[in-house]
């Protein structure tokens, strides 16, 4: 009896808490409204390779800071060192993942294949020209971009070494990251999920053989790091080649007359596009001033910190995998006409974010300096660990909230309103507000955190605002 109740009151409960009624209340239906379970199936059926994929990406990385960690704080450091400066090299890149799977999704929705086609194959064509540049000038420059990224005489040259592996493999990257985009946009998310894993477990495997120097290969420290990184997306981008020629895959790209989008693609693409890059150069300015505050503090406080962004970077993947979700299902809805589908979709995927949030704030809260002394046993690291730990139980909430507002904003074509939202937030607010109880303030580490919490804050409000507005409903693209 008692057992037949609780079943009740968690349907009761599961029910309430996924009332489309209730979500819809300012969106007339335009259509039939499938049952809450059909909804949720849907979005999970999309969702959970994506939020596996970005899950385990974010594991890997987990792993691989793990791994170069014995080699000691100043590795730990080095490497973090460099993630900033690469992923201002990859902005045009991710812009372009934005837009293509954003204008994908439409016509995905429109069952317009081989305007899709043409798209993916301009945005490859665009890549490698792209790729090529910006290799040469990141490599080329090496030394002063790690050097004003804050480095340290003890980092300085590993992180150089890391920084130029890096970015001379960068091709496999790019073109891994633009067709995975098609496929996330076409709703094929087990495609990029699978790539992902194999290149990320390629990456542990050679990082095993090549960091200390295992089974006869030679020990080459935070090189050998880097080089399993870019073997790693070899085998990734090689994966993602072969899935445009699967005949049961939305962007099969063969039997698609003329290489080039049309202009009226191109002009959505530019407009999509132009935004997100804006975007992308607002969060890459605002976290490498981030960054640079907190290398500022140290060798030990920004290797702590390093550890801390790692645990955080496993709970945005949550909310990463359930943005990518929502690229797919709302584009996809907006193609058909039907904006009630796309508000229930992003509903969903923002009340499944919330659960996440929920999970993963009771395992930090409780094993939050079991996960740190994964990496060091120094102390300082750990002492600096428990506060972050406790620090990111409550931004992790903010965290994935607003990971799968703006993703839901991007799959809209909302990208002038995310551009606007990073620049007031990421671009000004975090490394201001780090800045200043950091230093002035005297809070060291915990006030970088402070200001990062700051900044999670603004963005959970001003997606939850926009999303509340229904404007994004209403974009052609």
Known sequence: MFQK????????????????????????????????????????????????????????????????????????????????????????????????????????????????VRV?????????????????????????????????????????????????????????????????GAGNTQIAMRTNIVSNLVNVLFNYLLIGGNLGFPALGTRGAAIATVIGSVFGCAMSIGSLFSKQAFVYIRGVKGFLASRFDIRSLLNVGSSAFVEQIFLRIGFLLFAITVANLGTTAYAAHQIGMNMMHLTFSLGDGLSVASVALIGRSLGQERRDLAKLYASMCQRLGLLCAVVMSLVFFFFGRNLFGLFSSEVPI????????????????????????????????????????????????????????????????????????????????????????????????
């Open 120 to 184: 993916l194959r301009t945005c490859v064509a665009v890549a490698l020209v792209l790729t090529a540049v910006i290799s040469l000038v990141f490599v080329a420059f090496a030394d002063q971009i790690i050097r004003f990224a804050g480095s340290a005489p003890d980092t300085h040259e590993a992180a150089v070494e890391y920084f130029q592996i890096i970015m001379a493999g960068l091709v496999f990257t790019t073109i891994m990251m633009v067709i995975n985009a098609a496929q996330r």
């Open 382 to 477: 750990l002492d600096y660990g428990v506060i972050i730990m406790r620090m990111l139980c409550v931004i992790i909430y903010m965290q994935i909230s607003q990971v799968v507002f703006f993703g839901c904003l991007r799959g809209a074509g909302d990208t002038k309103y995310t551009a606007f939202a990073s620049l007031i937030s990421v671009a000004i607010i975090r490394p201001a507000l780090s800045w200043l109880l950091c230093y002035p303030l005297g809070l060291g580490l915990f006030g970088v955190w402070l200001g990062l919490a700051g900044d999670q804050f603004m963005r959970f409000m001003l997606g939850y605002v926009r999303i509340k507005q229904g404007k994004w409903l209403k974009i052609k693209i």
């Open 5 to 116: 109740q609780l079943i009740l009151r968690n349907g009761w409960i599961a029910l309430n808490f996924f009332n489309t009624a209730r979500i819809l209340k300012t969106e007339p239906a335009a259509g039939e409204i499938p049952p809450v379970k059909s909804l949720l199936g849907d979005t999970i059926g999309v969702a959970w390779p994506s939020v596996v994929e970005s899950f385990l990406v974010a594991l890997v990385g987990f792993i691989d800071t793990i791994m170069v960690s014995t080699l000691g704080s100043y590795a730990i450091a080095a490497v973090g060192l460099t993630q900033q400066p690469k992923f201002i090299g990859l902005a045009i890149f991710l812009a372009m993942s934005t837009a293509i799977s954003a204008l994908v999704a439409r016509r995905r929705g429109e069952q317009n294949r081989e305007s899709a």
